[in-house]
Nanobody
């Protein structure tokens, strides 16, 4: 059973940056397509970015040019660098396979507010 643990969230002002981390319990990052998802209050969970086993990245239009997904296979860790954050980026962020076939972790809260 794969376990994924998200971390790195917090409170940041508009225009600020955060880097989220997703630690995997087994070495799956270079085997499967992985994704970062988010769920804002009252909204459905949505895919923010994904990265294939070959390193190809795809982003939601709302974050394109501001977020960067990456991974470190040696550390079994995936990252989401978030720059130029906006209040509408406020959400709980999760990592999972793409499609999301693994169980959901607790996520990490990102709050963008002045």
């Amino acid at each position: 059973q794969v376990q994924l643990v998200e971390s790195g969230g917090g409170l940041v002002q508009p225009g600020g940056s955060l880097r989220l981390s997703c630690a995997a319990s087994v070495n799956i990052l270079k085997i499967y397509t992985m994704g970062w998802y988010r769920q804002a209050p009252g909204k459905q969970r949505e895919l923010v970015a994904r990265i294939t086993s070959g390193g190809t990245t795809t982003y939601a239009d709302s974050v394109k040019g501001r977020f960067t997904i990456s991974r470190d296979d040696a550390k079994n860790t995936m990252y989401l660098q978030m720059n130029s954050l906006k209040p509408e980026d406020t959400a709980v962020y999760y990592c999972n396979l793409y499609p999301p076939l693994a169980g959901w972790g607790q996520g990490t809260q990102v709050t963008v507010s002045s």
